[in-house]
């Protein structure tokens, strides 16, 4: 079995949650006061991002960054299963197990050129396939990668730390090789370098606006 197909297999569990009902938050609630540039986590449930949120000793392992603050819900960019695109709010939160979101906002203010630039990048890689081997040079997308990406090229400012598998999963005191194992054929590439989405979220340049 293949990535791609395993993956499609494993993403249907990524759509709304199992609960019937995801309390989201209401309107004029601060996490509806939100403004381009913004990144939003939350938690989907398909394994590999479980897996994702466990190899990085974090409950996030989905980010988003929005590119539209119009309206009563803000519309995201994001790097998903099978490929980028924009997913409103609502249904973005909706994903993510019991609805759990953090919203961060650059600590530095942006200005019109800054948010201008921030949507270009963006709809710029909308449509690239979505690379599950998390791997920071490849020609595809991930979620950490693509907000890191679009937040650089528009205001020269790097989030989340690059390391290697290796250095991911060293202090890791659970680290579940035998499904990465598995994911990769048997062979863990070990020195191959990434970006998470917990790695994002704790950068210095960030600061936490909603929590729920």
């Known amino acids: 079995m293949s990535i791609s197909s395993g993956m499609n297999s494993v993403i249907r569990s990524e759509g709304v949650h199992s609960s019937s009902h995801v309390e989201l938050p209401a309107a004029g609630a601060p996490v509806?006061?939100?403004?381009?540039?913004?990144?939003?986590?939350i938690r989907v449930t398909a394994r590999p991002f479980l897996e994702v949120a466990n190899a990085?000793?974090?409950?996030?392992?989905?980010?988003?960054?929005?590119?539209?603050?119009?309206?009563?819900?803000?519309?995201?960019?994001?790097?998903t299963f099978p490929f980028a695109r924009t997913t409103p709010m609502s249904r973005f939160l909706e994903r993510s197990e019991h609805g759990r979101c953090t919203v961060a906002r650059l600590a530095a203010p942006l200005d019109d050129r800054?948010?201008?630039?921030?949507?270009?990048?963006?709809?710029?890689?909308?449509?690239?396939?979505?690379?599950?081997?998390?791997?920071?040079?490849?020609?595809r997308q991930f979620c950490s990668r693509f907000v890191r990406e679009v937040i650089q090229e528009a205001t020269d400012i790097l989030l989340g730390e690059v390391e290697t598998f290796a250095t991911l999963l060293q202090d890791n005191p659970d680290p579940k090789l035998a499904f990465w194992r598995v994911w990769y054929f048997g062979r863990i590439p070990w020195q191959r370098h990434t970006v998470t989405p917990a790695s994002v979220l704790r950068s210095p340049h960030l600061r936490v606006i909603f929590d729920a």
């Open 56 to 79: 990085t000793n974090s409950w996030t392992n989905h980010v988003g960054v929005v590119v539209d603050d119009r309206g009563d819900d803000p519309l995201i960019a994001e790097s």
């Open 114 to 139: 800054h948010r201008r630039g921030l949507v270009s990048a963006a709809e710029r890689r909308m449509g690239t396939f979505y690379d599950t081997g998390f791997n920071i040079h490849s020609r």
């Open 32 to 41: 509806g006061d939100l403004h381009i540039g913004d990144l939003v986590f």
